[in-house]
Each structure stands twice: as structure tokens, then as C-alpha cells.
């Protein structure tokens, strides 16, 4: 670190003052960011020339690396707590989520305590006396659950939250709006370089790839609520079927969007049910058969981890399977799961490649 000359140090401040930021001018001149504070501030060669609202033009001049002003700070607290997300806020502010959360939770600008602005509060606030989950919201749970849903503790945190992914942004924004008021914020993106390969005749396998887009994820708040239902559900930090598990055509519906497929040339539905044992397997199908009247049979399936279950429905069973759900399939990005080939329709004839194409009229 050197000693400025009082000409750089003038020209440091006009620079700064112009809008230059604090790394470009601790380059340029080589000494520290304190050092250039002290000397905006007048704390040091306090006979320079500085605006005479500079306490002002600093309070408010956009800071580096995503970080927000004193002023900044409090706009944000009082957005969040009329009900905007962190999202949201942080695209407002050029900063990123996890600054916005520190900020609410009162780990950044400790400044801000009651009775002017909530510390440590905010959630407190919106969390508290919320309603119970409607039916409808039960439903939706317990069949992500079934499905791609899980249910997740953070570190050092009370209370359980629910999360889902899925490849579907509609059905997931569906779902985040759907379990309101307990949504935490709108869905995001999630990213990989794995791509499954499968391999005919032999076990899948996993390669490298380019950096995509695989899903989009939602998650709600933590709660007591999600922390009674993970109890059920992870008696022993696996998810397994609890002893009171029971079946609608509505949890049915969201099971099979999210874990199921049909085919339709050969009329039968699969529910995927590999993150369960066998056993648990054959308590889904008697479950199946007590609620729904509905009976399928296990078949196994190769896996990269070895082979594991899915429930199968064929003939009348996979009729009865489609009348069920199809009322509670709604997103066109889900059609193609709900195309039925009825008893008297014609099986589709193969397509197959040959050296030499064939006319099919």
C-alpha cells in the first residue's frame, strides 16, 4: 500500500464520486477499500473537495458483488413483508436469493430491529396461524410423495419442508400456486452433467455431459405441518408407505404424472415404484384394490442399483386405471399420458426399419 499524493487522492474522489467503482480504484492506485472509505468519508483529508450530499450519493450508490444499501435494506423488508418473494426481490435489486434470505432472517445490516423494521421476525410473521391443509392440498402431498415429491429437514433448522421436482414447468408452477399460502417462492430451474444412458440387453449407465436443464423444482416453507408428515413418511430417514396411507382418484391422478406411463399399443399403465421394496410393492397394490378397486400386479424392472419394482395395470384394470385419473389430468403437457386405447379400437401396427421400406396401406 502506498501514500497518495493529494492530487490522487483528489482525482480518486472524482472518479468515485463519477461512479467509478471501489475495485477498479484500488487497481488504479493501489491501496486498500478501508483506506478509500475513510477518504470518501472525509475521515481522511477531510479539506478535499467532496459533494455536499456525499452521506447521500453513498447510502444510495449501487454497491459490488450483489451486495444492497442501508436504504436498499429497508424497501426490501417492508416488499417482503407486504408478500413479495425473495425471487422476485432480488431481480429487483440485482442481488442474488440468498442475500435477499439473509437479510429477512437478520444475519446482514443487524441495524435494522424493531420497532422500525422486524429482526429475525418476518417469517415469524407470515408463518404463523396459517390454515390447515385442505383436502385438495393432502391430496397433492401425499401423491408427490408417492411420486417425485420428498419431504426434507435443513440443517439446523426446527421444522420439515416439502419439495418436488419435475420436468414440467406447468404442472410444477400448478402445484406451488396450488399449496398456498404455504409456497416459499416461485419455481427454479435445476441443472446437471449426468445424462442416463440406457443400453439394450444391458444395465443403464451414467456419462458426462454438457451443463442442461433436467427439471424445475418448487419448494413450501418449513412448518410443523411438513415435520408431522415427514415423521410418517421417514420413520427412519427412508421414505417408506405409512400404516395410515389410504387412496383417492385425485392422489391416483398426481401418483401417475408424476411416476407413471402407459402404452398404448399394448393397453397397460405403470406406476414406478423403484424407491420402494417389494414388499411395499404388494401393500400398494392391496391398498390399490381396497380404495380403488383397482388390481395390479408387480413386475420387475432392471435398474442401475439392481432390479426393483413397478405396478402394472392390463386389460380391464388399465381401463379402469384411465376413467380414474383422466378427470384430474388437466395440463396439456400431460395428454399424451391419458391416451386411451379402448377394447374395440384396432392394435397400431409397427413401424419397424428394413433395408428396403415397405408400403403400409
Not at 383436502?135 to 435443513?154: R, Y
Request: glycine share 4%.
Amino acid at each position: 500500500m502506498r501514500k497518495l499524493t493529494e492530487a490522487q487522492a483528489q482525482s480518486l474522489l472524482d472518479a468515485y464520486f463519477a461512479g467509478e467503482t471501489v475495485t477498479a480504484l484500488r487497481n488504479k492506485y493501489g491501496i486498500s477499500n478501508a483506506l478509500i472509505s475513510m477518504l470518501v468519508r472525509g475521515q481522511v483529508r477531510p479539506k478535499l473537495q467532496r459533494p455536499n450530499n456525499t452521506d447521500e450519493i453513498i447510502a444510495n450508490r449501487p454497491r459490488e458483488g450483489g451486495k444492497i444499501t442501508f436504504i436498499q435494506a429497508k424497501d426490501i423488508l417492508s416488499k417482503y413483508l407486504a408478500g413479495e418473494d425473495t425471487i422476485s426481490l432480488a431481480q429487483q435489486y440485482n442481488t442474488t436469493p440468498s442475500n435477499i434470505r439473509m437479510l429477512i432472517r437478520g444475519h446482514s445490516w443487524k441495524s435494522l430491529k424493531p420497532p422500525q423494521t422486524p429482526h429475525r421476525q418476518p417469517f415469524y410473521y407470515r408463518n404463523q396461524n396459517l390454515p390447515a391443509l385442505t383436502k385438495h392440498q393432502e391430496n397433492m402431498i401425499t401423491g408427490s410423495l408417492l411420486g417425485d415429491g420428498w419431504l426434507t429437514k435443513d440443517i439446523g433448522k426446527k421444522n420439515s419442508r416439502f419439495r418436488k421436482q419435475q420436468k414440467q414447468l406447468e404442472h410444477i408452477e400448478w402445484l406451488n400456486k396450488e399449496l398456498s399460502p404455504y409456497n416459499c417462492e416461485k419455481p427454479y430451474a435445476t441443472t446437471s452433467d449426468n445424462e442416463i444412458v440406457n443400453h439394450k440387453g444391458r444395465m443403464p449407465s451414467s456419462i458426462k455431459t454438457e451443463r442442461r436443464i433436467v427439471g424445475y423444482c418448487m419448494s413450501t416453507i418449513a412448518h410443523p405441518t411438513f415435520t408431522t408428515l415427514r415423521q410418517q413418511w421417514y420413520p427412519k430417514n427412508k421414505k417408506t408407505i405409512p400404516d395410515t396411507l389410504s387412496l383417492n382418484s385425485e392422489i391416483l391422478a398426481i401418483w401417475y404424472v408424476d411416476d407413471g406411463c402407459t402404452s398404448y399399443k399394448n393397453r397397460f399403465c405403470n406406476l414406478s415404484t423403484q424407491s420402494f421394496t417389494f414388499a411395499e410393492a404388494d401393500r400398494l397394490i392391496e391398498i390399490l384394490k381396497r380404495d380403488l378397486e383397482l388390481t395390479g400386479r408387480v413386475v420387475k424392472t432392471k435398474c442401475i442399483s439392481g432390479k426393483k419394482p413397478i405396478i402394472r395395470f392390463s386389460g380391464d384394470n388399465y381401463d379402469r386405471f384411465l376413467d380414474l385419473v383422466t378427470p384430474y389430468i388437466t395440463w396439456d403437457c400431460f395428454d399424451y399420458k391419458i391416451k386411451h386405447r379402448h377394447k374395440n379400437q384396432k392394435r397400431p401396427r409397427s413401424i419397424t426399419s428394413r433395408s428396403s421400406p415397405r408400403s403400409i396401406d
